[in-house]
């Protein structure tokens, strides 16, 4: 979140001498946002001209960009947010009473006396397009733009080699750590019971402890340096840039006063770029570039350890690339078309869409877990049409085969008017969308192989409204349904099991949306509104889904698994979501605003792996205590919904009939309601073989981590119109 805001935005319209121009410039500041570390440095940008050559033709550029910097925030278990100090923001931080603070941020440490986030994101997206707009005649118009887009996107993390987890919210860090070692007969040892007691006294009272220690990680590569070693800790940046050209014309028909035909062709090519940056050593000499797991996991071979054999045991300095680097390239094709007929009481349209995409990937380094040859096949929609499609592959390096995808879409809609103010709008449609670089390829960083199942996601979707619009009462009332089929879904995280990082590709599922939404405004007096609004659905898995599991070591070959989610929900947003609002306008140009909002029904991010046929192998659901394991294992989380209110008050004061001056305060969540989950993820630990843990106590080590609502904020907007 951001403190403080300045924008300007100036526009001439369009002169006598056939040219217009527009200005808009931001700035988002903040030296630390409602939540610790999270500093915000943001600009943007944009700037559009246009020049009316004629009656018919007319050429316009528009540029625009935002430069980002800011902190993230981390979310962390209950049991470090209950441990935690409150605090309370208002510009400045003040400390609170008593503990518990869900606003906990794991990501930042004092360096230097001054607060430092190790997870940034730096961003820059600088877009450009062209535009010519012919007016063929009265009938007809042809629109054609030209894009360019470039995007700059690195988001920094701690890394280490041979040292402590840096992370204060680490597991062993936590109190919980201790007091999951159980004995033979279930108690807990004197010493993990001191253990557990000195770690809460210290994250309850010292900061520097739940806090990243940036000291203790220079003083650690000091000690390396000395040695004449590889750092032990530094600060990558992940990037994941991208450059775009596009080409788009769409060509508007009317045939008559009733008929009309929209059509365009769209033509787009993206080369996106992922590597690894150093981004800050933290005083070490440099960085070897290594993968720990692979040399702590196959000692005996020298290749196996390395990210690139064509450059073997380099040493990185700030600004070099390691670790991974390939690129993704992808093309896409599209024509469409829309015919829409307008009588007096009812429009109806229908429209179809063909699409030709394809994408491959080209390596830059040959990882030494991924060195031999493959052979691969270049596909249509997940097929080999041909012996000749086949093609060699270096592993990790070098210009993988492309994948090739054709679809379709075709849409229908009605609006049917019964009276001017009552009218039923009816929408459907069905197309297939292709596979996306991101979920197609298993293990990219490392490898180019493909999950097994190439096939187009397939949809069917239909949504059915009813709009009112009469004195008293305006608004609309829609029910809904979405299916998909063959969707595709990829993850990555530390396996327990293998002690290494796995690449987690799930595919072959379906799942459904499926709801109704009301947005409805009541005219109760004169400039006093009443508004309602609501969202309620249910979106969930409605298959199980195929995985592959892609193990980063290498030590292990791909493995495929079954994962159970059928009847489970897509985590990120709240399936019921409802506000009522109180608006007030006074002829004398000031307005009250209050709205009552309750959210519920957000599920976790769950892991797979503990929906697998593994994941509860040998437990008995006959058994109680093995059916009540089962569930914990099995069960996805749902959170508890919550209540916030929000307010604003403002004016609208004009000065000499030329010049208005606006004056706008509002508050959000007034009721300080911090209690509100917003989200969350199951840990990806968890193991149905390690000797010294069982799966509860999995379980109860490494608890899910959530995300909060934020607190009471207030925003004073000031506007000068001229």
Not at 193 to 222: F, G, H, L, P, V
Request: neutral net charge; aromatic residues 16%; proline residues 3%.
């Amino acid at each position: 979140t951001y403190t403080t805001r300045t924008m300007a935005t100036y526009a001439t319209g369009m002169m006598d001498n056939g040219w217009a121009f527009a200005l808009s410039a931001s700035y988002r500041w903040a030296k630390e946002g409602y939540v610790a570390g999270t500093f915000y440095d943001a600009w943007a940008f944009a700037a559009a001209a246009e020049k009316r050559i004629n009656d018919q033709h007319s050429l316009s550029l528009t540029i625009m960009g935002a430069p980002t910097h800011r902190g993230q925030q981390a979310g962390s278990t209950q049991e470090a947010y209950d441990l935690t100090p409150k605090d309370n923001f208002f510009f400045v931080r003040i400390p609170g009473k008593g503990y518990g603070n869900n606003n906990y941020n794991a990501n930042w440490g004092y360096q230097n006396g001054v607060m430092r986030n190790a997870k940034q994101v730096k961003s820059f997206t600088p877009i450009a397009i062209l535009s010519h707009e012919w007016k063929i005649d009265e009938a007809s118009k042809l629109t054609t733009s030209l894009g360019y887009k470039y995007q700059m996107d690195g988001r920094t993390a701690m890394n280490w080699y041979k040292a402590a987890d840096p992370r204060p919210d680490y597991y062993r860090n936590l109190p919980n750590y201790y007091l999951t070692y159980k004995e033979d007969d279930g108690s807990i040892s004197s010493a993990n019971m001191n253990n557990a007691a000195m770690r809460k006294e210290m994250w309850m009272n010292d900061e520097s402890y739940r806090q990243i220690n940036w000291d203790k990680m220079y003083q650690t590569n000091y000690l390396a340096n000395a040695q004449g070693k590889s750092g032990r800790y530094m600060i990558e940046n992940r990037r994941n840039d991208q450059q775009v050209i596009t080409l788009n014309s769409v060509l508007n028909y009317k045939f008559t006063d009733a008929w009309k035909l929209d059509g365009g062709l769209e033509l787009q090519s993206t080369i996106a770029n992922h590597f690894k940056l150093v981004d800050d050593l933290l005083g070490a000499e440099y960085w070897l570039d290594i993968d720990q797991y692979g040399e702590r996991d196959n000692p005996g071979n020298p290749n196996f350890m390395q990210n690139d054999l064509n450059n073997p045991n380099r040493q990185v300095y700030v600004g070099d690339k390691f670790g991974y680097n390939y690129d993704i390239y992808a093309n896409n094709a599209k024509l469409w078309a829309q015919a829409t007929y307008s009588a007096n009481n009812f429009d109806v349209y229908f429209g179809a869409q063909a699409q030709y995409s394809n994408f491959w990937r080209d390596g830059k380094m040959l990882n030494g877990r991924s060195s031999e040859e493959i052979e691969m096949y270049s596909t249509l929609n997940g097929l080999a049409y041909s012996p000749s499609w086949k093609k060699t592959v270096q592993g990790s390096y070098g210009v993988s085969p492309t994948q090739n995808f054709i679809t379709y879409a075709a849409k229908a809609g009605i609006n049917y008017r019964i009276t001017g103010r009552h009218i039923l709008a009816l929408n459907v449609a069905h197309g297939t969308n292709p596979l996306l670089a991101n979920t197609a390829y298993f293990a990219q960083r490392i490898k180019p192989n493909l999950i097994p199942f190439l096939k187009p996601e397939m949809y069917v979707t239909a949504d059915l409204s009813y709009y009112v619009r009469t004195p008293i009462v305006n608004g609309r009332i829609t029910i809904y349904n979405t299916n998909f089929w063959n969707s595709s879904d990829l993850s990555s995280f530390y396996n327990d099991e293998y002690n290494t990082y796995v690449n987690f590709a799930m595919y072959g599922f379906n799942k459904r949306h499926t709801g109704a939404e009301i947005g409805l405004e009541f005219n109760v007096v004169s400039g006093f509104t009443v508004d309602l609004i609501a969202g309620i659905g249910q979106n969930i898995y409605t298959t199980d889904a195929q995985a592959t599991i892609s193990y980063e070591n290498g030590l292990e070959a791909d493995q495929q698994e079954l994962i159970h989610c059928k009847g489970f929900h897509l985590d990120g947003t709240p399936e019921v979501a409802t506000s009522l609002g109180l608006h007030y306008f006074h002829p004398k140009y000031w307005f009250f605003d209050v709205n009552v909002n309750y959210f519920t029904n957000t599920y976790l991010d769950f892991n797979p792996v503990r929906r697998t046929d593994k994941a509860i192998a040998g437990l008995n659901p006959a058994v109680e205590a093995d059916a009540v394991l089962i569930d914990r294992i099995t069960r996805q989380e749902r959170l508890n919904g919550g209540v916030t209110v929000d307010a604003s008050i403002g004016k609208s004061i004009r000065i000499d009939y030329k010049y208005y001056l606006n004056i706008n305060l509002s508050a959000t969540n007034i009721l300080n309601n911090r209690t509100l989950k917003t989200g969350g993820y199951e840990q990806s630990r968890f193991s149905t073989i390690n000797s010294n843990t069982d799966r509860a106590t999995y379980l109860d080590r490494f608890p899910p981590k959530y995300f909060y609502a934020y607190g009471a904020t207030i925003y004073l907007n000031v506007g000068f119109r001229f």
